[in-house]
């Protein structure tokens, strides 16, 4: 029960970087000029940008409350998880920062830096969130008596989880610095390999070209040591879902220049930025030594 309701806020964290992702690339962040109201109401009309907006918010408001109902539930569950009760605690801790940096995001016009920090922050609540699904599940003790595909999976896992954070990062600022199309064609940059990095929209473009291949190319690399030097099941299941992500994700981010930054397109990359980093923390959580519970 426990469990089944945490990977239901999981889904519902999703869905709302999503919809993040979506106000955003409509151009809807600022369709409702106040907070927490909105044109001092927190019924207004759902016409246009207000709709995405406000859904927004709605859905993270009912995310703060799903995830307290969850880490009650766990904590009733597993009365003897000192370690998911206190990341339960910092995940509550980080929503309500989160809500905080979202009003200030709006209130003052949309600066580059607060709203990175804020999708920055989502990110961290995922890894967090999904750490605890990880660390709940019974399969963990298939990894007694093999510490070393053990040590393998989680370093591997880490790599790629570290990666694809930072690279999700820099994705922010290439949204929100209006530098998604610094690099109008793809797969070259201002038709070179390597483009004039004179201009710092093109600089910062290029960077997120430069780590998103270096992310796939580790964890590409994840997905076959994992394959080729362990048996453990959720682990190489996370290998192959990983390694299909992430092709995925280089080609989706081409497509979303090729589209000119279409909507749905860019909000898909987003969501597929945030499931490579729920695998790839699902994959180091769950092969961490049992101190859980």
Known sequence: ????????????????????????????????P????????????????VFWEHLHRLWAGALVIFFTIGVILIRRAYPEGAVLFRLGLAGIGLLLVQSVLGGITVLFLLPDAV??????????????????LALTRRDRDDYRG????????????????????AQSVVGALVRHTDAGMACPDVPLCLGRIVPPLDNPMVQLHFLHRVLGLATAVVALRYCRLVLART??????????ALGAGVVAQVLLGFVSVAVRLEPPYVSLHTLLAAVLLSLSVA???HAWERTAH
């Open 115 to 132: 709203s990175t920090s804020h999708l920055a922050l989502a990110f961290v609540f995922l890894a967090l969130l999904t750490s605890m």
């Open 283 to 285: 994959g180091a959580a």
């Open 231 to 240: 048996r453990i099941g959720f682990a190489r299941k996370i290998a192959i």
């Open 146 to 165: 093999r510490d070393a595909e053990r040590r393998l999976v989680r370093r591997a896992g880490l790599r790629v989880s570290g990666l694809v954070f």
């Open 34 to 49: 106040d907070w927490p109201t909105c044109f001092g109401t927190m019924m207004p009309e759902m016409t246009g940008g």
């Open 1 to 32: 029960m426990a469990r089944s309701f945490l990977f239901f806020v999981l889904l519902w964290t999703l869905a709302l970087l999503f919809l993040g992702s979506h106000v955003h690339a409509t151009g809807a962040s600022l369709a409702c």
